[in-house]
Nanobody
């Protein structure tokens, strides 16, 4: 089970941190990612971190503003968001790769087999 937390209502330019906790079993060997779905939009890739934590990938729209990280000892993943914009408003989901010890990272939603319930992030202008 993946459980997200940390969403909320902020103003443009503010920062916010999201967390994702994996409960019940270790996810050390699996890459993890954040996706988001804005109002009236399809779900889209935001950021991913490798199973080892040493490789990251970001959507162009958040690169330089968001930072993904993980703590395998705590079975958690985080997304630090800064310089938030109204277009960042969305439900944010954490997801777990379906492949153990994948070489590289994937932005393909179909490659992620477990999903959290989502946490709402609203950025006002």
């Amino acid at each position: 089970q993946l459980v997200e937390s940390g969403g909320g209502l902020v103003q443009a330019g503010d920062s916010l941190s999201l967390s994702c906790a994996a409960l019940g079993w270790p996810v050390t060997n699996f890459a993890m990612a954040w996706f988001r779905q804005g109002p009236g939009k399809e779900r889209e890739f935001v950021a991913a971190v490798s199973w080892s934590g040493d490789r990251m990938d970001y959507a162009d729209s958040v690169r330089g503003r968001f930072t993904i990280s993980r703590d395998n000892a705590k079975n958690t993943m985080s997304l630090q968001m800064s310089s938030l914009k109204p277009e960042d408003t969305a439900v944010y989901y954490c997801a777990l790769d379906s492949v153990q010890i994948r070489v590289g990272l994937t932005t393909d939603q179909a490659q992620y087999s477990y999903w959290g319930q989502g946490t709402q992030v609203t950025v006002s202008s």
